[in-house]
C-alpha cells in the first residue's frame, strides 16, 4: 500500500473510533490540557503502531489496546498524580448529552474513574464497550477468570466512590 492511501486509511479508521481515545483520555487524565496531551500521544502511538495492525482483529478493538497500554505507558513515563479535587471536564468534547442530569451523571462517573488503578480503568473501559471477560483478558494478558474478579472488584471500587462523591445510588 502506498504510503498515501495508508495515511488516508489510518485517518478514515481513526475518525471513525475517535469516541475511544476521547473515552480513555478522560478516564486517565484529570484536566483538559493533560487529555489532549494523552490524546495527542495516543494517535502518535496509533500511527507508529500501524503497519503491526494484522485485522486479526476489528480496529476498535486493535485501538483500544494501543490506547490503554499509551495511557498506561504516559502515566508511568510522566509519574502524574489525579487531582482528587479539581477534575474539570469540559474542554474534551463528545457527543452531546441530551440534559443537565445525564451530562452530571458523566461527570460524577468520570471523577470516580479516575480514582482507580490504572487496571482498573482498563476492564471498566472494556466493560463498558461490551467486550467479554475472556477479551477483556485477552487484551490485558491476563486469564478469563482473573478478567472476571478484576471487574468485579473495580465494579465495587466504583459504586463506592460514586456513594462517597455523595451522589448515591
Known amino acids: 500500500m502506498k504510503e498515501k492511501e495508508k495515511e488516508k486509511e489510518f485517518l478514515n479508521r481513526t475518525e471513525k473510533h475517535k469516541g475511544i481515545l476521547y473515552k480513555v483520555s478522560k478516564m486517565y487524565m484529570d484536566n483538559p490540557d493533560d487529555q489532549q496531551d494523552l490524546f495527542q500521544e495516543i494517535i502518535c ?67 470516580a474513574v479516575q480514582k482507580l488503578g490504572k487496571i482498573e480503568k482498563a476492564v471498566i473501559i472494556y466493560q463498558l464497550e461490551g467486550f467479554s471477560h475472556k477479551e477483556i483478558g485477552e487484551n490485558l494478558g491476563i486469564s478469563e477468570g482473573n478478567a472476571r474478579v478484576k471487574l468485579n472488584r473495580a465494579k465495587e471500587k466504583l459504586k463506592e466512590i460514586i456513594k462517597n462523591q455523595g451522589y448515591g445510588f
Open 45 to 111: 502511538q496509533l500511527w507508529k503502531s500501524y503497519d503491526s495492525f494484522r485485522n486479526e482483529s476489528q480496529f476498535s478493538t486493535w485501538m483500544y489496546r494501543v490506547a490503554i497500554n499509551t495511557a498506561i505507558v504516559y502515566l508511568k513515563k510522566e509519574k502524574r498524580k489525579v487531582d482528587k479535587y479539581e477534575i474539570p471536564s469540559e474542554n474534551i468534547k463528545e457527543e452531546e448529552c441530551d440534559s443537565h442530569i445525564k451530562e452530571s451523571q458523566l461527570d460524577h462517573f468520570y471523577k
